[in-house]
């Protein structure tokens, strides 16, 4: 099955603890993202690399990390720093323009 | 001058009716136009896309429109179901990015 996996579904942390997102795609795609999505509002790029090893901030960076270690995988950690960490989180993949999306992890910070 | 604005924030629509979508930009460096539907705790899936070297673009009941002197373009959804009930979003890109922009979003309700 070809596609971009998220893990967990769900996730439920304390405040002031650092968790990591993963994202895992196999579509061979050379760029990849991460966006946040709130109620209401559109999609907000936190953080995007077009290649292996170099990743670029988005709009709203501030409080969090990323590694792109390899080609499939673009792992986000949301640090202690994010001030409103509580968020759904969506990982997405593109090649030649198009993006693609995973099924999204939905965190949960109190 | 990066921002999509999309309108309306929600709509509802009759089963069967025609459901319209609308989107605007002012950077004229945009070249690709997606348009992603998304259910409730679901990723977007992109829906349909369009360039700006066309006018319309169509794909099943669903239809892009595009005005590039106006700089808007819109989702037709034509005989809407109850199934399309989602929120649909405009998005675009810039030439030399591989970024989207996205607009905030449209929530669609159809009834039967």
């Known amino acids: 099955d070809g596609g971009i996996t998220q893990s967990p579904k769900y996730l439920f942390r304390k405040e002031g603890q650092n968790v990591t997102l993963s994202c895992e795609q196999n579509?061979?795609?050379?760029?990849m993202y991460w966006y946040r999505q709130d109620p209401g509002q559109g999609l907000r790029l936190i953080y995007y690399?077009?290649?292996?090893?170099?990743?670029q901030k988005g709009d709203i960076a501030e409080g969090y990390s990323v590694s792109r270690e390899k080609k499939e995988s673009f792992p986000l950690t949301v640090t202690s720093a994010q001030k409103n960490p509580t968020a759904f989180y969506l990982c997405?993949?593109?090649?030649?323009?198009?993006?693609?999306f995973g099924p999204g992890t939905r965190l949960t910070v109190t | 001058q990066q921002q999509v604005k999309q309108s309306p924030q929600s709509l509802i629509v009759q089963k069967g009716g025609i459901s319209i979508i609308n989107c605007a930009y002012e950077n004229t460096a945009f070249d690709y136009f997606p348009w992603y539907q998304q259910f409730p705790g679901k990723g977007p899936a992109l829906l349909i896309a369009i360039r700006p070297d066309v006018s319309e673009k169509k794909e099943g009941r669903f239809t892009i429109s595009f005005n590039k002197s106006a700089k808007q373009f819109s989702l037709h959804i034509m005989d809407s179901q109850p199934g399309d009930s989602a929120t649909y979003f405009c998005a675009a890109r810039s030439y030399n990015t591989d970024k989207l922009i996205f607009g905030t979003g449209t929530r669609l309700q159809v009834f039967p």
């Open positions: 690399s077009q290649i292996v090893n170099d990743f």
């Open positions: 997405a993949s593109s090649a030649g323009g198009e993006q693609y």
């Open positions: 579509l061979n795609h050379d760029a």
